[in-house]
């Protein structure tokens, strides 16, 4: 290229861009245009590329061994469209330090108590008395009735009841059927199963069972002709006679020298004397209102028959003795 003047360089340029009417831009231009482009695109490709390191710290947090609670992240929200321009982006702000991972809890091993051993020794239990329920308050027994306490002891455990107002009527004298049921109620005794036919006890009679089981049991016996006599009164040698008979007690060898000490021993029949003996021998006889008189054919009252049954079943060891000075024991 050679020199031209200013002038005829002014007049070249000029007439070089009337020749290019279709070109808008000059180089300069193009390369300016370029470079903001570049610039343009770098800050676009920085921004995009850096959205999920600064967001997500899921990658700088340490994993914590134990659970804790996340603190929420205000979102950031995206922006309109990827053709408007994207702000430089602030630089992402410093990850929080990790809280340090605390030290596992130090197991302690504690050593079980010691155990104090103990020593029961086995206790063979007692054998449980049975409660014995209050006995009958009936309204003619008064508390200062020589018999109140025999009277007491049998009421109590059933053995004998009174009648339908409340009253005992201890001076009334027993019939044979009574004392019966009497015996029944006390010794229960049912060794026979046979029933012996009496002309004079009906069958549906109130006392055939008791009559049964006393002439089974040997207490009882019957007369001749197949008589019981039901209603006739007992006396109280017939009473200890029955006794003695039914727990088989044996005659001691000193009968006449123990019937000395009744009064009226002569009063006493032949077929008795042994069993009289034996009844004394064993703490049965009970003489009311004097000790020295046994009154062998007195009708025995109801009074006097349970003191006498109460009497054998202390003999028996059923029950504990009642001491009463109208009791007569001969050695």
Partial sequence: MTNLPPGDRLRR??????????????FDEFIAVLVAFATIGTILFWSFSRRDSD???NGVLPPSPTPSLSLPLNPVPPPDSPASPASPASP???????????????????SPPSVTSSVFSLVTPTEQKSTIPPPIAFNDVPGDFWSRRF?????????IKGFPDYTFRPNQPVNRAE???MLQQAFNQDLGKSTITFKDVPAKFWATPAINQAINTGFLKGYPNKIFKPEQKISRVEVLVALVSG?????????????????????????ATAKIAAASANGLVINYPDSQVLAPNKAATRAEVVVMIHQALVRMGRLEAIPSPYLKRSP
């Fill in 13 to 26: 340029a000029l007439r070089d861009r009337q020749s290019s009417p279709k070109t808008t831009l000059g």
């Fill in 55 to 57: 967001w997500n710290l």
């Fill in 92 to 110: 992402a702000p410093p990850a929080p330090p990790a809280s340090p991972t605390p030290p596992p809890p130090k197991i302690v091993i504690k």
């Fill in 151 to 159: 009277i007491n002891a049998l009421s109590a455990r059933g053995i």
């Fill in 179 to 181: 004392f019966a049921a």
């Fill in 247 to 271: 727990l088989n007690l044996k005659p001691p060898a000193t009968t006449k020298q123990i019937l000395t000490n009744y009064q009226d021993a002569q009063d006493i029949p032949a077929y």
